[in-house]
Nanobody, 124 residues
Framework: QLQASGGGLVQPGGSLSLSCQAS????????IGWFRQAPGKEREGVAC????????YYADSAKGRFTISRGDAKNTVNLQMNRLKPEDTAVYYC???????????????????WGQGTEVTVSS
């Protein structure tokens, strides 16, 4: 089971750190993706981190602002979000898949295990 946390209300330009935590198992063998779904929109990929090369991958909307990383605890993956914009407002989900996909890494359909989301609101 995955659990996303860390959401909240933040002003434009602010930062939030989201955490994805697995209960009772390591995430080292899984590619982890962060996704978001805004009201009335489809769920979209934001960032993911691979197991094969450990590299992060980002949607264009997240590049330069968001950073995905594996936590010191093997059951945690974090998403640091900086310079937040109102259009980042959404429910954010983390998801896992093993083995890591080699392409189309932010495709929602590739991920098998999903956590409950955490809500992020960017507003003044």
């Amino acid at each position: 089971q995955l659990q996303a946390s860390g959401g909240g209300l933040v002003q434009p330009g602010g930062s939030l750190s989201l955490s994805c935590q697995a209960s009772g198992y390591s995430l080292d063998e899984y590619a982890i993706g962060w996704f978001r779904q805004a009201p009335g929109k489809e769920r979209e990929g934001v960032a993911c981190i691979s197991t094969t090369d450990g590299r992060p991958y980002y949607a264009d909307s997240a590049k330069g602002r968001f950073t995905i990383s594996r936590g010191d605890a093997k059951n945690t993956v974090n998403l640091q979000m900086n310079r937040l914009k109102p259009e980042d407002t959404a429910v954010y989900y983390c998801a896992a898949v093993s083995p890591s996909p080699f392409r189309d890494r932010l495709n929602v359909k590739l991920y098998d295990f999903w956590g409950q989301g955490t809500e992020v609101t960017v507003s003044s």
